[in-house]
T-cell receptor, first 117, second 113 residues
């Protein structure tokens, strides 16, 4: 149980285009999902907290107009990187918290590697 | 602001050795601490979760301890195997702020056959 699916696993795009990454909780509902960014050999940095039916909460220094988050259902959150540039190339990981789950444990997706040319 | 530090940053050991990974955190007001494993280019696999009221948790060859007052946790791996090679991350959840986690930088472990 508690499986989080992230799609795509790897995407290559041209500079200036937009890319959408999906995060789905397959066997549970998730009111809250998180989006992280990870550079090579570095730890996970929280980008934003996604709440179903409301606006996402972004961490300091994260451009909300560049990283659009939509959490329209209890099983799906999407991250859209708008007008991507090479410096946006990174590993993006999402996690989901089961609604009403004990301990607010996060379950992680397998990540999406974004390469912007 | 919570800061999580992991030492060492990298570790290489021969197969069969017992080893200890260290994690320290600056704010002791935590709800729980979690150890994860991350294989290259992959997501996170949860290994052990220790509630703030607990001292340790065990799963197979893994044992994690927590000293909340001193802001420290260790992950002990017994009889290491090449398949244990991965990056190990610790993360703390604060007493407040819901399920938000703060991660350490990780320890990259290589177990040589």
């Amino acid at each position: 149980g508690a499986v989080v699916s992230q799609h795509p696993s790897w995407v290559i795009c041209k500079s200036g285009t937009s890319v959408k990454i999906e995060c789905r909780s397959l066997d549970f509902q998730a009111t809250t999902m998180f989006w992280y960014r990870q550079f090579p050999k570095q730890s996970l940095m929280l980008m934003a907290t996604s709440n179903e039916g409301s606006k996402a909460t972004y961490e300091q220094g994260v451009e909300k107009d560049k990283f659009l988050i939509n959490h329209a259902s209890l099983t799906l959150s999407t991250l859209t990187v708008t007008s991507a540039h090479p410096e946006d190339s990174s590993f993006y990981i999402c996690s989901a918290v089961p609604t009403g789950g004990y301990g607010y444990i996060q379950y992680f997706g397998a990540g999406t590697r974004l390469s912007v040319l | 602001k919570q800061e999580v530090t992991q030492i060492p940053a990298a570790l290489s050991v021969p197969e069969g050795e017992n080893l200890v990974l260290n994690c320290s955190f600056t704010d002791s007001a935590i709800y729980n601490l979690q150890w994860f494993r991350q294989d290259p280019g992959k997501g996170l696999t949860s290994l052990l979760l220790i509630q703030s009221s607990q001292r340790e948790q065990t799963s197979g060859r893994l044992n994690a301890s927590l000293d909340k007052s001193s802001g420290r946790s260790t992950l002990y791996i017994a009889a290491s195997q090449p398949g244990d090679s991965a990056t190990y991350l610790c993360a703390v959840r604060p007493e407040t702020s819901g399920s938000r986690l703060t991660f350490g930088e990780g320890t990259q472990l290589t177990v040589n056959p």
